[in-house]
């Protein structure tokens, strides 16, 4: 049952093939049995999942089930849950039973009927590109557990791979869902920012915060992006524009299409695997009639170094409200107020948590303003005028998804300028607030290789389709990693 | 740029983070790693560029001051480190 599609799923369930009790007994047998080697769960929830899933059979047996009612899904432990633990991998939230649910917590679990098998393992307030600063320790990649998942979102794409959930959640602010899922074999999409709530989902860094998904398909993606899109009242930056039918829209010829590929992106700095993987899917694309052009980002090349200044003063102010009086970690060792601000937040946050709010202070503090911060936002202004230039001439934009193939445990963790790096080819989308999707074109040495789709505004409808035609032609998203 | 282990106490402060002291002089190393791989920025030509707060330029929407939220004190407080007759605790901070 792990290796079906959603759509199989529904389908499976809606011929009464098995009920959603035992298709999520299934999960929860496997995820009991198999995510000791992988470390992707941090909190299993099966009472949850089975009372749900007991009352999505219900739902089925009236008639009343919609496309995704009785199939289960895992959630980053990103997502605020009513009654359930809400870490987001740190010391600091390791007690927090969140007294609310996240509005896509609501559209996935209440509205649409999908069970909830567990909340998953996730870098420390998602800030990390391996899942190694988790406080709940480091995410196995699947494909080779000596190797990192990816990060942020690495709970969540290893247990899809390894079919411990059908699908899961994820966030990415600068790369979190892109770069795990081109780790893993993936398809993983971030939408356009503001497409999916924000509210309930743990803050970092907020102009480039977006929810999205991760799957073994872009049809997948689809149906689940689908039901956790929408304007939400409860998150004042969320979209008041109707969504487009993103499944209806996966049947579309893709011929004529015109795809970009930024020059600054093929530059020197992909490894051999990724450039021959990318190159293969650029000359799959070609047979199904797409036109692709060379474009120029000019820009692009100084997304890091913006990155890492927006996000580091964006998140320094979101985590200033863990003080250790209203939730969260508290010292037990404070004498008066500053020091039980002080020892709470040096006790609860781990280190690259404390690297980020240092620089984010640095950065907003008086003197460095002008240089750091305000020149940052100049440039993110540059970097999205790059794009609305590029998207005159061009329907998408195709890149890499990742420099390399998933790297081993330790390889960057002592070098954050290396581990930043890593992000090079994703951050620019979450600067100027762009959908874009990872997905797999090919493996080296066993391992997964994914390439990038970048969208226009709003055109996460033509960024899955395009997905899908590809996935229609090509079977390199239907392997799945020995063992599992 | 490049910051002394002094100056990353003074930002520590400033976040009011009680830093490790073993760990003080490897932060100010990667903060200096940090800030060099940023100061990329400062050779890009933004004169006349206005900075980007917001990918679609929106502004926050406004909502009519209107009472919508029921009284959850309790269930927002189970959680709480400390609290007595609905009040969170902390230390004495008035003499």
Sequence with gaps: MHTLSLNELAAGLKARKFSSRELTQHYLTRIAERDGALNSYVTVTPEIALAQADAADARLARGEAGALTGIPLAQKDIFCTEGVRTACGSKMLDKFIAPYDATIVKKLHAEAGMPLLGKLNMDEFAMGSSNETSFYGPVKNPWDLGRVPGGSSGGSVACVAAGLAPVATATDTGGSIRQPAAFTNLTGIKPTYGRVSRYGMIAFASSLDQAGVVARSAEDAALVLQAMSGFDPLDSTSLERPVDDLVAGLGASIKGLKIGLPKEYFADGMSAAVRAGVESAIAQLKTLGVEFREISLPNAPLSVPTYYVVAPAEASSNLARFDGVRYGHRSVEARNLEELYKKSRGEGFGAEVQRRIMIGTYVLSHGYYDAYYLQAQKVRKLIYEDFKRAYTEVDLILAPSTTDVAFPFGDKSDDPVAMYLNDIYTIAANLAGIPAMSLPCGFSEGLPVGFQLMGNYFDEGRLLNVAHQFQLATDFHRATPKGF | ?95
């Design chain 2, 1 to 95: 740029m490049s910051l002394t282990p002094e100056q990353v106490q003074q930002v520590a402060h400033l976040a009011r983070l009680e830093l490790n002291a073993e760990m003080v002089p490897t932060y100010a190393q990667q903060i200096s790693n940090i800030l060099a791989m940023v100061d990329q920025l400062s050779a890009a030509d933004t004169q006349g560029v206005s900075p980007m707060a917001h990918p679609l330029g929106l502004t926050q929407r406004l909502r009519p001051d209107v009472v919508t939220e029921p009284n959850r004190r309790e269930a927002y407080q189970a959680h709480a480190p400390a609290v007595e007759d609905g009040l969170f605790l902390v230390p004495k901070v008035i003499e």
